[in-house]
């Protein structure tokens, strides 16, 4: 029953982050932006490699990333399954189920997007467009479009380093499976102590100390 409960988790997860990509991507063109509220903006922009806007240089830095993301995948997915034979707290394999769908929606961008869409530059993007994608298997970009940016404005000259400079709060324009992974790693920290169990022999140690 458990892992029925984590796969619907997970299936509802990535179904909301694909379909709201896709939408996006379909009906937006690069940079395209809606005000919502004045706190609120959807703006699409894509992400080439990590969070944050970092990236690895050169063409096989993609795939190097692209890579290690699966790499990472199978380890959360094992990490999951050990968990629900284990039996730990609803709450530690929610969190792990929210991990596991935020990463797999970005990187069924990363590996599928760009040969079943065009590029977004001026124009709307096509599905599965009749001249080919944008890029090879493996190299395609994330979606990104929840923009919050809650505060705009000059900073205080008396603040050490960023006195004196434009600055907007919360600058990162992010999507439904980069929120699912920070909400997922949240409650890893709060609950850490059931997410990462001691060992018997740990215990051990600990109780002789």
Not at 107 to 115: C, L, T
Not at 143 to 168: A, N, Q
Not at 178 to 195: E, F, P, Q, R
């Amino acid at each position: 029953m458990r892992l029925r409960k984590a796969v619907l988790i997970i299936a509802l997860i990535l179904i909301v982050d694909q379909v709201s990509k896709i939408y996006i991507k379909t009906n937006f063109f690069l940079g395209e932006e809606v005000f919502v509220f004045n706190w609120f903006r959807i703006l699409f922009v894509e992400n080439e490699g990590m969070a944050w806007g970092m990236k690895l240089p050169g063409s096989y830095g993609k795939l190097l990333l692209t890579s290690f993301r699966l790499l990472a995948i199978v380890g959360i997915g094992y990490w999951l399954y050990d968990s629900i034979r284990k039996k730990l707290p609803k709450v530690v394999l929610v969190a792990i189920c929210l991990v596991f769908a935020g990463a797999m929606g970005n990187i069924i961008d990363s590996v599928f997007y760009g040969i079943i869409f065009n590029d977004s530059h001026g124009q709307v993007a096509t599905f599965l467009p009749e001249m080919g994608g944008y890029a090879s298997f493996f190299h395609g970009k994330v979606v990104d479009m929840l923009y919050f940016p809650i505060w705009s404005g000059y900073l205080p000259e008396w603040i050490p380093f960023k006195g004196g400079e434009y600055f907007t709060f919360f600058e990162p324009v992010f999507n439904i499976a980069d929120t699912s992974i920070s909400v997922g790693i949240g409650l890893l920290l709060l609950y850490n102590k059931s997410a990462f169990p001691k060992s018997e022999s740990e215990n051990t140690i600990t109780q002789e100390n």
